[in-house]
C-alpha cells in the first residue's frame, strides 16, 4: 500500500494509495484575480456554508441525477467514474442519485437501491474516493411509489427499436414488476405506467423502516448528508397531493393526514442519523395543477410542511416542483422555481437549495446573494460541462483551489485570462 511518495508527503487518509491531502479542499475561494474588479470579498456563490458538523466550500452542488446503470441497485465503475469527476472540479457537494430503499421503489431495474448490505461497498468505495479528494458528498434515499418498475430513457425495447415511442411501463422480461407497484391510492400516473397497488398500514410502516435501514447503510458508507426525495411525483409527494392520494385513513384527507408518512419517515431517518450530520428534503413545491385551492399541491402547503420538517430536525429543503400528474402546466423558463426556495426560505425560515434551468454563474450567484436561496443545484449543466464550477468561478473573478494535481496548471490559466 502505498500512501505516502516521499519526505512529508503522506496522502489522503481515505485512500489506499498516494493521493496528496487536498486542503483546502478544492472548490475554495483562495483570492480575487479580476484586476478590473473593485470588490475584496468573494461573491457570495464561493462562499462557505457550514451545515451542522459539515461545512461545504462553496454553494454548488451537484444535483442527483439517475443514471439507469446499475445491476441489482449496485453501483459500479461507471458510478465511480461519473461521481468521481466531480470530485476533481470544485464543486461544493455531491450526490448520488434516486436510491431506492426497496427493490420495488425503484424508478426502474437499473436504479441505484440501498435494501442490502451487499450494496454499501460499492457506495463506500465512491464515497471514499470523493473523500480522498476533500469533498462532501450525500446520497438521495427514494421510493418512486406509483412511478415505478419504468423503463430507462435509452433502454431499447424489442418490438419498438425504430424510433416507435417506447412503453414508460418496464415488462417482467426486462427486469420490472409492473404487478407490484404500490402507492397511496390505486390511481395509474397515465395509461402507461402501472396500476398501483393502495399500500396497507402495516406497508406504508415497512416502507418507512426501510428507509431507516438504508439510513444505517447510508451511515456505514460514510455519507455526509442524507436527502430524502419527497419530490417528483414519487411516493412521498403522492401521499402529499390529493391529486393522487384519496385515502379515507389516517394517511389521506386533511393535510396533517396526507403528510403523516413523509413526516414519519423523517422522524426515523432523523433518530438514527448521525445528529452532526445534516438531513435534507427534496419537495416538489407545486403541482402546477390550477383546479381550485386545496385540489392540488400547491406553495402554501409547501411552507407548512417545511416549517414541520424543520421541527424534526431537517436542515435544508431542496426546492423543485411537478412530476404528480399528466395535466401539469409548468411555466419552464430560467430559473423557474426560485420564487418557491425563496418563499420558503422566508416563510418556514429554513435553509433552501434551488434547481431547475440555472445556467449562468451571475443568475446562481445572484440567488444566493439576494438570500432566495443556499445552495444551487444543477443537474443538465454538469452532464454539459463538469467543469461548471471552475468556469463559474472565473467569470465571478474567483481563483478556487482546485485538486493540488490540476491547480499549478489550472492557476497559471485563470491568471493569464484575468489580466488579458
Ligand atoms: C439525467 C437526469 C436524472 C435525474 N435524476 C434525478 C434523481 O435521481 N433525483 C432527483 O431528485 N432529480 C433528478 N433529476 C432532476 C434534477 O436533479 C434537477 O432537479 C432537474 O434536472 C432540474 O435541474 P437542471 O435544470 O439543472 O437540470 C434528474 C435530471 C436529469 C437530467
Known amino acids: 500500500m502505498i500512501t505516502k511518495i516521499t519526505g512529508e508527503n503522506i496522502g489522503a487518509p481515505n485512500a489506499p494509495y498516494y493521493t496528496p491531502i487536498q486542503d483546502p479542499p478544492p472548490g475554495t475561494s483562495l483570492s480575487l484575480i479580476k484586476s478590473q474588479s473593485n470588490d475584496t470579498e468573494s461573491p457570495p456563490l464561493f462562499t462557505p456554508l457550514k451545515l451542522r458538523g459539515i461545512s461545504l466550500p462553496n454553494r454548488i452542488v451537484v444535483s442527483p441525477m439517475c443514471t439507469y446503470s446499475a445491476h441489482d441497485g449496485t453501483l459500479t465503475d461507471w458510478h465511480l467514474v461519473h ?19 426497496t427493490p420495488q421503489g425503484r424508478i426502474s431495474p437499473n436504479d441505484s437501491g440501498l435494501w442490502k448490505d451487499e450494496q ?6 465512491i464515497v471514499d474516493f470523493v473523500h480522498s479528494q476533500g469533498v462532501k458528498i450525500g446520497i438521495q434515499l427514494a421510493h418512486s411509489g406509483r412511478k415505478s418498475s419504468t423503463i430507462a430513457p435509452f433502454i431499447l425495447v424489442k418490438g419498438h427499436e425504430n ?20 402507492g397511496p391510492s390505486p390511481i395509474p400516473w397515465d395509461e402507461n405506467h402501472a396500476n398501483p397497488k393502495e399500500l396497507t398500514i402495516e406497508q406504508i410502516h415497512e416502507i418507512e423502516e426501510a428507509y431507516v435501514a438504508a439510513a444505517k447503510r447510508a451511515e456505514k458508507a460514510g455519507f455526509d448528508i442524507i436527502e430524502l426525495h419527497f419530490a417528483h411525483g414519487y411516493l412521498a409527494h403522492e401521499f402529499f397531493s390529493p391529486i393522487s392520494n384519496k385515502r379515507t385513513d389516517q394517511y389521506g384527507g386533511s393535510f396533517e393526514n396526507r403528510v403523516r408518512y413523509g413526516l414519519e419517515t423523517t422522524k426515523k431517518v432523523r433518530q438514527v442519523w448521525s445528529e452532526d450530520k445534516p438531513l435534507f428534503v427534496r419537495i416538489s413545491a407545486s403541482d402546477w395543477v390550477d383546479n381550485g385551492e386545496g385540489n392540488s399541491w400547491e406553495i402554501k402547503q409547501s411552507v407548512k410542511l417545511s416549517k414541520l420538517l424543520k421541527e424534526l430536525g431537517v436542515d435544508l429543503i431542496d426546492v423543485s416542483s411537478g412530476g404528480n400528474t399528466p395535466e401539469q402546466k409548468i411555466n419552464l423558463d430560467n430559473s423557474y422555481q426560485v420564487p418557491f426556495a425563496e418563499e420558503i426560505k422566508k416563510y418556514a425560515n429554513i435553509y433552501t437549495g434551488a434547481v431547475g434551468l440555472i445556467r449562468d454563474p451571475q443568475i446562481a450567484n445572484n440567488i444566493v446573494t439576494n438570500g432566495q436561496a443556499d445552495l444551487i443545484f444543477l443537474a443538465r449543466g454538469f452532464l454539459h460541462d463538469s467543469s461548471w464550477v471552475i468556469k463559474a468561478a472565473e467569470k465571478l473573478g474567483v481563483l478556487i483551489q482546485t485538486p493540488k494535481q490540476y491547480h499549478y496548471a489550472i492557476k497559471k490559466i485563470l491568471i493569464s485570462n484575468s489580466i488579458k
Request: aromatic share 8%.
Open 120 to 125: 454499501i461497498a460499492p457506495l463506500k468505495r
Open 163 to 182: 424510433n416507435v415511442k417506447i412503453p414508460n411501463l418496464s415488462p417482467e422480461e426486462y427486469g420490472g414488476w409492473p404487478n407490484d407497484v404500490v
Open 83 to 101: 461521481l468521481g469527476q466531480f470530485a476533481l472540479r470544485g464543486v461544493g457537494l455531491i450526490f448520488v442519485e434516486a436510491t431506492a430503499v
